[in-house]
């Protein structure tokens, strides 16, 4: 392995701890900081340090990964007070990982040049086991330079790079057509199941049988287990998909393109956020199905059984 670089990793969720995790194994040298303790506690535990603000992560690192949840979160934890882009080292990379609209991309990669640093539009996918394996997907573009800092950390983290071009935005609009197709796979597949259920039909069958047949998704063989053992502890939220669809509705909207099929997954997930189940796994789309339809699914209490 090439020299161990010093690291700042923001955000320390279930993609963040994760990928810090892996550049911890890859024996770079990880400080990273996130707002619940939890994830600060397991780098610590892991060999990494837990700063308490990204510019006590970022002080003196030849390169900062930021793994927020959107625009908002990056431009803070890089340019708001206490961010990173104040005391990463002159010249640092920074790989954004975010699912944001291609124009913040683009903005914050020329706010970042301007300050002599070097910047790459990197969306991830692929979950967090992945991350934690070192194993996701991401979807890069910026400059041959930026490219090149970033390798020792690409590979740390990804099993696979798709390099799709020079300037920052390519890579958040290839990531925001993959959000479009996993919200429509989640929504869809959640209504299957339901609807599966609604005929009598036994719902560990169904999985085996279309998980084999022309009508499975990776998000249906991926979720439908989280619907079978009725464990809805979030690995992928049903805020996450309000964010995501929400980006790609704005994009359509200004752009005049219509998105009839996202906008109908888009309102499945803010229904579902709006029965109490924002910070729940994905999945619970199927939850609130089975709730119209007065249907009870594995680890659920049948409706009209509820104590009070």
């Excluded at 573009?141 to 390798?151: D, L, T, V």
């Excluded at 049903?238 to 359509?252: A, E, Q």
Aim: hydrophobic residues 50%.
């Amino acid at each position: 392995m090439a020299s161990p670089l010093d690291v700042a990793v923001i955000g320390l969720g279930s993609m963040g701890l994760g990928m810090a995790l892996s550049l911890v194994r890859a024996g770079h040298r990880v400080a990273g900081c996130d707002i619940a303790e939890p994830g600060r506690a397991a780098l610590a535990a892991a060999g990494g340090h837990a700063a308490a603000t990204p510019a006590e992560a970022a002080r003196g690192a030849s390169a900062a990964l930021v793994v927020v949840v959107n625009a908002a979160q990056t431009e803070a934890v890089l340019f708001g007070p206490e961010g990173a882009a104040a005391t990463l080292a002159p010249g640092a990379l920074i790989v954004s990982s975010a699912t944001m609209a291609p124009a913040d991309a683009r903005r914050f990669a020329a706010r970042a040049e301007e300050a002599g640093f070097h910047y790459l539009d990197a969306p991830i996918s692929g979950g967090a086991a992945k991350a934690e394996a070192g194993a996701l997907t991401v979807m890069a573009s910026g400059s041959p330079a930026a490219f090149e800092a970033a390798r020792p950390l690409l590979s740390a983290i990804a099993a696979t790079v798709h390099e799709l071009g020079g300037e920052a935005g390519i890579g958040a609009s290839f990531k925001i057509v993959n959000q479009l197709l996993a919200g429509v796979h989640i929504a869809a597949a959640c209504e299957a199941m339901v609807f599966a259920k609604s005929l009598g039909l036994d719902l560990d069958r169904v999985f085996e049988v279309i998980s084999q047949s022309a009508g499975t998704s990776w998000m249906f063989e991926n979720r439908v287990p989280h619907i079978l053992e009725g464990d809805y502890r979030p690995k992928s939220a049903v805020s996450i998909f309000t964010k995501d669809l929400g980006i790609v509705s704005d994009i359509g909207r200004s752009g005049s393109f219509p998105l009839p099929i996202a906008a109908s997954a888009l309102q499945l997930f803010v229904a579902t956020a709006a029965a109490g189940m924002a910070r729940d796994d994905d999945a619970s789309v199927a939850r609130l199905y089975a709730r119209i339809a007065g249907l009870d699914l594995p680890g659920e209490t049948p409706p009209g059984t509820e104590t009070r």
